[in-house]
Each structure stands twice: as structure tokens, then as C-alpha cells.
């Protein structure tokens, strides 16, 4: 008879935290997703409105002294905050809850169903799985997750059935929950192309408020073939939310980073050593800026620490979209900025695979190619 092989990147007794989340008997938390945390470290206060907001509408904007302004707010913005929330994006309200519906149905599966998904690589077009790498993580995080690519090659789940392509146009008409859940390659196809178009705007602010040409991150980064991973995250109620964590603090690869979530919060974001609930604005998109950004512009802006907690009472989900360079790319310090330059060179898949294959703590990943200075 034959053997399935040990799958590298999740233990045997693999178990989402969904089915244990789902468990009658669950009363308390096993020990193995319990943090040892200082209560002071999980204080977090409101922003009270002091999360920059950028208005994409003026960024696109064929009225030049509207356009310089909305750029001046996004360099405020990636300089003080390295996070920020975009307005009047194009994203429909219909589509972004399509897609957060969408996702729903594949953490629905039997855990059999998911299995087939699991991955064998961090590098896996598809890759489904529990906390962040079971293999690696001393103490689970209480969340499930699926990650795709979708560019510069799109990819999509054989299951559930709609997760299978259909070649036709969507009518907006028609975005019920059965259409979606029939229709979910459509759906992320547009999706993450709105992104992108999102994404090659900001760049291009970020590119001019760094002195450099307006399309040179896109050149220097091959964006048109560039890695676009989608991942979708499930943190469902826990009965000990105050000795769980969803995702603990770190900073994410790639340039930057834009996600939404299902009106649950959850977010947080550290800034000036504190840290902030997220409180977005709704129908806004929430961007964060990445650690190739840091290096791409030599610690100018700095990559955010976020992590993210979970509750008691309802399920939060969370669609999060990073926007790397090509995987080949060597991402250094633009040269006009290397003066005197305070990162190494390392191509976007030797940095990835090291990040995903090792415990999410912080920002040591990003240490690997920190220059230190005496």
C-alpha cells in the first residue's frame, strides 16, 4: 500500500484552528498556542484619527497642484507611519466583499479537502496551512491561512468548484453569494489586477518623493513580472483571546503590502514604540509599507511592525495582497541613495524563502541584509 510523504511544512497531526476553534469541548486553549507575553506589551490605544489617509482619486489626478499635494501626504505618510489607508481606489464595496466571501468557502472545506493543499515548498503557488510555519513556530499562532500567487502567473485552488476558472465577463448585477463561490477566479483575477494598477501608482508617488524618475521602482524592480501573492487569513473566535495571538509582531516582504478585511478587527500597528488599533474607513484599502521598500530606498522608509489579535466572539478574516519585485531581482539601495548605502544586495527568492521558512519574529529577517555600522 502506498504511503502519502511527510509533508515538510506542516506536522502530522495537522489541525486548523478552525475545526479546533469548532470543537464542543474546546474550553480553554492548548498549551501550544499559549504566548507568555508581558500584559503591557498587549496594551494598544486609538489612533483617534491620526493614520494618514490618501486619497488615490487626487494621486491620479490631472490637476498638477492636487497631484504634488496627495504626494507630499504620501511621503508624510510612508516616512512617519509606513502605513496608511487609501480612499476612492476603484474597488468596488461589491467585489472586495466578494472576495472575503470567496475566500470563506475555502476555509469551509473538510480538513481532508484542504489537505491536498498544503504545499510542499514556501514557494508553492498554492500553500494552505495553520500559524505561520508549524514545522518551525515553538508556540502555534491562532490562525488559518491560504496563499496564492496570481502574477506574474495566475493561480487558483481546484476547490471548492469555484474556485475553478471561468472564461466569461461577471455581471455586477450578479454577485450573490452563489455566484461568488461559482465564480472566484473571475473575482480574484480582477481583484488583484485593480491592485496592481493601485500599487503602480504609489510607486510611482514613492518613486518621486525619493528624487528618483517616476518609473523607476517598476524598471528597477521588474514589476511586470513582478511576485503578487494573495493570501487569505481565518482567525476564528478563541476562547482565551488575552493568550492567543493571531500573527505575532513582524514586517512584511515585498514593497508594499494592501489588504482588507470583514469588518472584524483585529489590526495592529506599532508606531513611535506604542501600539494602535486599526480602525479603517470603510471601503478603504489598508497599505503597508514592505521591507524591499526599506532597502529600495536605504532606510528612508522603514517597513511597519504589525501583528494581529483575535477575540471571543466572532470570526475575523483578513485579504492581504504583497507586491514584490520579480523573483530573480537583486533588491539594493537605489544608487542615487547609496551614499553611503546601508543594505546588501540579496535577490527577492533567496529573501523570501528565508522569511517563510523560519519563525516570524520581528524584523530579523531584515537583519540578514542590514549593514551594521560601528
Known sequence: MATTAPNPLQP????SVKSLSESSAL?????????ATDPIQLLAFDPKHSIPIIDFSLLTSSNPRQRSKIIRE??????EWGFFMVINHGVTESLMKGMIDACRGFFDLTEEEKREFQGTDVLSPIRCGTS????VDQILFW?????VFVHPQFCSPSKPAGFR??????PEDELCFDYICCHYSELCLEYTKIIRKVVGELLRGISNNLGLEEGYIDKAMNMDSGLQILTANLYPPCPQPEEAMGMPPHSDHGLLTLFIQNGVGGLQVQHKGKWFDVNPTPNSILVNTGDHLEVLSNGKYKSVLHRAVVNNKTTRMSLVVTNGPSLDTVV???PKLSHPPMYVGMTYKEYLQHQQGNKLDGK??????????M
Open 143 to 147: 490562525r488559518d491561512f491560504l496563499k
Open 364 to 373: 530579523t529577517c531584515l537583519d540578514r541584509v542590514r549593514i551594521r555600522t
Open 27 to 35: 474550553i480553554s486553549i492548548p498549551s501550544t498556542y499559549t504566548f
Open 165 to 170: 476558472f471561468h472564461s466569461h465577463v461577471i
Open 12 to 15: 502530522p497531526n495537522f489541525r
Open 74 to 79: 504620501l511621503d508624510q505618510a510612508c516616512q
Open 332 to 334: 539594493e539601495p537605489a
Open 132 to 135: 505561520f510555519n508549524a514545522t
